[in-house]
């Protein structure tokens, strides 16, 4: 099914070319023209440029090279794989990006048993051992903040030098 397999190391939305994709080709070939799938997202390679900027019409493997011509941004990690056609294309991406949508959703559901969570909550410290921390972080930060306008060697706490 698939006849060339390489991890998107990085992936960034250009201006004037749209989504490129940074690469290294772990197994087979890839040439201009053909439609891969990149994660949840999918097209056809309008343009490889290997190693120096120098612009290939095929890569071969351990060859690193950026792609573009993808309909959109792939993550990071994400598998690109070449597929018989682009339609083919579309449909792997969009299977994957319906089990992300799923897997995300049950996560959410997971993590809804009838708590609710709050900014308050996640940065919070809890109960009386939290507010004994809060105090001693802010008497030590006072101590530190103090000791900057202390001569060490005379003891003079004046602030004028």
Same mark, same amino acid.
């Given at each position: 099914m698939f006849s060339c397999f390489v991890f998107c190391q990085q992936a960034r939305k250009d201006a004037g070319r749209g989504a490129v994709v940074? @690469? &290294? &080709? #772990? #197994? %087979? =070939? &890839?040439? =201009?023209?053909?439609?891969? =799938? *990149? @994660? *949840?997202?999918? %097209? #056809?390679v309008r343009k490889l440029t290997g190693a120096g900027g120098i612009d290939k019409d095929v890569i071969g493997p351990s060859e690193p090279f950026e792609l573009v011509g993808l309909r959109g941004v792939p993550n990071a990690g994400d598998p690109i794989q070449r597929v018989a056609t682009e339609d083919r294309a579309r449909r792997v991406a969009q299977a994957r990006e319906a089990r992300a949508t799923a897997a995300r959703l049950d996560a959410l559901a997971s993590d809804a048993d009838g708590r609710t969570f709050e900014l308050e909550h996640t940065h919070a410290p809890v109960g009386a051992r939290g507010k004994q921390a809060v105090n001693q972080m802010r008497k030590k930060s006072k101590l530190r903040y103090a000791s900057l306008f202390c001569n060490h060697r005379t003891g003079d706490w004046s602030t004028d030098g």
């Open positions: 940074t @690469g &290294l &080709l #772990r #197994r %087979g =070939v &890839l040439d =201009v023209g053909s439609p891969v =799938v *990149a @994660g *949840a997202q999918y %097209g #056809r």
